[in-house]
C-alpha cells in the first residue's frame, strides 16, 4: 500500500534561522495556525518570490488545499517545484504524490519516482517506503524486489512498522542470493547517507 497522503504545512522553523525574513514567515505561519490565510498569503507571497523555499511550500499548500485562494494543483505544482528545486524534502514528497495521483498534472509514475527518490535521499522513511511499494508492483519501474526489499530494510531501520512488515512478506519470495544483494545494498545506501541508491 502506497502512502499518497501529502504533508500538510510542517515547516521545520529551522530553516528559518538566519533567514531576515524569518519573522515576516512567522507572521505568517502564526496566522496560517489559525485559520487566517489573507495574512498568510499576504506575509508568505512576497518571501516566495524571494526564493524562500518554507513560504513556496506553504503556498503551494494552501492552493493544493483551496485554503484562502481558490484551489489550483497547477499553482500547487508550480510552488513546491520552486521549492523541491531547492532540495525542500517535503515539497519533493508532495510533487511525488501529485506525479502518483494525476493531481494537476497527467499521472506520471516515473516522474513521481524521480521526486520520491530525492526526498528519500535526504532520510525520509514514508517516501522510502513508497519507493519500495512502487518497486514491489512495478509501478512506473521494473518489478524488482531486491530494490523494494533494500528501501523498505531503510524505512524499517528508521522505525516504519508496515515497511518491516512489507520486507518480511517479500523476503519470503527472495532466493536467498537476492535476499543477501537487498540487505547489501541498503548498507551501502546508508552508508552513502541514501545519496544515489
Known amino acids: 500500500m502506497i502512502r499518497l497522503t501529502l504533508i500538510l504545512p510542517v515547516l521545520l522553523l529551522t530553516l528559518l534561522v538566519g533567514s531576515p ?6 507572521k505568517g505561519w502564526d496566522a496560517a495556525q489559525k485559520g487566517d490565510h489573507a495574512t498568510a498569503l499576504k506575509e508568505w507571497m512576497p518571501l ?16 493544493e488545499k483551496g485554503n484562502g485562494v481558490p484551489q489550483g494543483y497547477k499553482t500547487a505544482i508550480n510552488l513546491y517545484n520552486l521549492s523541491a528545486e531547492q532540495g525542500y524534502f517535503f515539497a519533493q514528497y508532495n510533487l511525488g504524490v501529485m506525479y502518483h495521483n494525476g493531481l494537476g498534472v497527467p499521472q506520471d509514475y ?3 519516482i524521480k521526486w520520491y527518490k530525492l526526498a528519500a535521499e535526504q532520510g525520509y522513511a ?17 518489478q524488482d524486489y531486491t ?44 552508508q552513502k547517507n541514501y545519496k544515489g541508491c
Open 21 to 26: 525574513a524569518s519573522a515576516d514567515f512567522q
Open 48 to 63: 516566495a518570490k524571494q526564493g524562500n523555499l518554507g513560504a513556496q511550500f506553504n503556498l503551494g499548500v494552501m492552493y
Open 110 to 112: 516515473k516522474t513521481a
Open 126 to 142: 514514508d517516501v522510502q517506503y513508497n519507493l519500495g511499494t512502487m518497486y514491489v508492483n512495478g509501478t512506473g519501474t521494473l
Open 147 to 190: 530494490r523494494a526489499h533494500m528501501w523498505w530494510n531503510i524505512a524499517a531501520s528508521q522505525g516504519d512498522k508496515g515497511a518491516r512488515t512489507d520486507r518480511d512478506k517479500v523476503e519470503k519470495r527472495m532466493p536467498p542470493t537476492q535476499l543477501e544483494t537487498a540487505q547489501r545494498l541498503a548498507r551501502e545506501c546508508v
